[in-house]
Nanobody
Framework: QVQLVESGGGSVQAGGSLRLSCAAT????????MGWFRQAPGKEREGVAV?????PTRYADSVKGRFTISKDNATLYLGMNSLKPEDTAMYYC??????????????????WGQGTQVTVAS
């Protein structure tokens, strides 16, 4: 069983930056693909950025050039720059292994963190 714990959320002004972290409790996480998802009130959960177990990344069009996903051993990160009010959401870390590569589709992820809130004021 893999447990994921996010941290690093908070409130910032538009144009600001935040860095989210996600700590995994199992070293086997190195064989999983992982990702960051977000869900705003009244909206469906959407994929933000994902990373394969061997490193390749993919981003949602809405965050390309502003967000950076990375990982170090059993910790996943999301660097967020030039934040916009529309980035306001609960952000979730997730891990999966049923596919051969990471996907922005949440269905393919098996383990989820409890989320960390990001609020961007205009």
């Amino acid at each position: 069983q893999v447990q994921l714990v996010e941290s690093g959320g908070g409130s910032v002004q538009a144009g600001g930056s935040l860095r989210l972290s996600c700590a995994a409790t199992s070293s086997s996480i190195s064989t999983y693909y992982m990702g960051w998802f977000r869900q705003a009130p009244g909206k469906e959960r959407e994929g933000v950025a994902v990373i394969d177990s061997d490193g390749p990344t993919r981003y949602a069009d809405s965050v390309k050039g502003r967000f950076t996903i990375s990982k170090d051993n059993a910790t996943l990160y999301l660097g967020m720059n030039s934040l916009k009010p529309e980035d306001t959401a609960m952000y979730y870390c997730a891990a999966g292994h049923r596919l051969g590569r990471a996907t922005l589709i949440s269905f393919w992820y098996d383990y989820w963190g409890q989320g960390t809130q990001v609020t961007v004021a205009s």
